[in-house]
């Protein structure tokens, strides 16, 4: 037993970045966890300038339309990227895009189990969980006519969204494009 050992009193020197995420884990997250993870003291404001100069790379606006305030999702490993470079422990600039955007949509939504895209849905409360917002943003982006619905959702029924028409929304709705 060493008594003297020196206690780790500065726990941000290295952030929590887990290498291996769990099964359920969620692929975008809110700016907040960039502004409470950073050293530095960001505003909303701030964000959006490392988004437009590319310093985090991936990031999407999910609000509704007419919004007074932008919802920005930032995904995880461009979230992760930035920290390791303010950190130290990464190159000092973005890497070049190393997957299409395509590829990274279909990492944030969930595997459809049909041969066709076209056919394929998934559960509101599913995709609500994906882009982490509140049953009342998901019912208005389908009023909106960003998301297809297929049928009406019942009282304690959810609403069932066509995946093409959320991997189009994603697609639109990318600040990285």
């Known amino acids: 037993m060493i008594m003297n050992a020196k206690p780790i009193i500065n726990q941000k020197n290295q952030p929590f970045l887990s290498s291996v995420p769990a099964g359920d884990w969620c692929h975008l997250q809110h700016v907040r966890t960039l502004m409470g993870m950073s050293r530095q003291r960001f505003s909303r404001d701030d964000v959006l300038r490392l988004i437009d100069s590319r310093q985090i790379q991936w990031a999407w606006d999910i609000s509704r339309q007419r919004a007074r305030r932008p919802e920005i999702r930032i995904w995880r490993e461009s979230l992760q990227a930035y920290l390791a470079r303010e950190y130290g422990g990464g190159s ?58 297929v049928g009406k959702p019942g009282p304690r029924v959810g609403p069932v969204i066509l995946y093409q028409s959320a991997f189009e929304f994603l697609r639109r709705r990318s600040m990285s494009v």
Not at 120 to 143: D, K, V, Y
């Open 92 to 149: 000092p600039a973005p890497p070049a895009e190393e997957a299409p955007l395509s590829r990274i949509i279909e990492a944030i939504l969930p595997r459809p189990n049909v041969v066709a895209l076209r056919a394929a849905t998934l559960r509101g409360s599913e995709l609500q969980r994906r882009l982490l917002c509140c049953p009342n943003h998901l019912a208005g982006l389908i009023a909106d006519g960003e998301l297809c619905c």
